[in-house]
């Protein structure tokens, strides 16, 4: 069983920075792409940014691009979502997301195979 385990979230002023964590551990954890979405309250939950599991190529929503970065260790078993620039809409609860396939790291991630619980930030104007 796969447990992904998210940090770093909290309240900072737009303009500023945070990155997120997502440490992933479990008996089996090879060939999980990886990714992070969003959920503002009232909205459905949404996609942010995923990183390919063989090759670290990465993936972004339009909303985020040039602002945030996601990025992986070397061991693939943690996974950052470094954030710039923030804005007051990017207040929300961020979600990791673990899943064997690619297509899953979209939309609102429906059918991930794991999620952790989730880690809030607060971007305030």
């Known amino acids: 069983q796969v447990q992904l385990v998210e940090s770093g979230g909290g309240l900072v002023q737009a303009g500023g920075s945070l990155r997120l964590s997502c440490a992933a551990s479990g008996p089996i954890f090879s060939g999980y792409h990886m990714g992070w979405f969003r959920q503002a309250p009232g909205n459905e939950r949404e996609f942010v940014a995923a990183i390919r599991w063989y090759d670290s190529s990465t993936y972004y929503a339009d909303s985020v691009k040039g602002r945030f970065t996601i990025s992986r260790t070397n061991a693939k078993n943690t996974v950052y979502l470094q954030m710039n620039n923030l804005k007051p809409e990017d207040t929300a609860v961020y979600y990791c997301?673990?899943?064997?396939?690619?297509?899953?790291?979209?939309?609102?991630?429906?059918?991930?195979?794991?999620w952790g619980k989730g880690t809030l930030v607060t971007v305030s104007s």
């Open positions: 997301g673990a899943d064997l396939s690619l297509a899953t790291m979209s939309g609102p991630g429906r059918g991930m195979d794991y």
